[in-house]
């Protein structure tokens, strides 16, 4: 009976963190040291595993990370749309520097740099270790 109850409570223990990994709760912002609800988009959408490693990076980084864009349904191809997609902004090559530092150190391995910010995604369809340059022509 206890091995049977042991593995319940431990199959209980990861659904609940697998369903929690997938949508932020009201709840679960006091879960970020860094970030709050009013600096997304449709912050309810945003996934919390995403969230709570962008807030370790931001940790390591030492600098605030403004959101510029976070969930937007608007391309159903763009990794913003996972919920597991952010843009920073940046303008000057010390921030960008240590933001693209930071995104690295915590694991992070899909990073674009633009001219005025870093785009940061853990979307697991697409290609991983990748950096990459982008600009806002078409």
């Not at 191809?77 to 240590?98: L, M, P, Q």
């Not at 633009?114 to 940061?120: D, K, N």
């Not at 697409?126 to 078409?138: A, C, E, R, T």
Request: with cysteine; proline share 3%.
């Amino acid at each position: 009976f206890f091995v049977i109850f042991r593995f319940y409570s431990f199959i209980t223990r990861v659904i609940y963190a697998c369903v929690r990994s997938f949508v932020m709760g009201n709840n679960d912002w006091k879960y970020l040291r860094h970030f709050n609800s009013h600096e997304f988009s449709d912050p309810d959408r945003m996934r919390l595993d995403f969230l709570q490693k962008l807030d370790m990076a931001r940790s390591i980084a030492d600098i605030p990370f403004i959101i510029n864009s976070s969930y937007r349904d608007d391309d159903i191809h763009s990794a913003h749309a996972t919920g597991r997609a952010v843009d920073i902004a940046c303008t000057d090559s010390y921030t960008r520097i240590t933001i693209v530092e930071a995104l690295l150190k915590v694991g992070f391995s899909r990073i674009g740099v633009y001219p005025r910010h870093v785009h940061v995604d853990a979307d697991t369809q697409k290609p991983q270790n990748v950096l990459w340059l982008g600009d806002y022509s078409g």
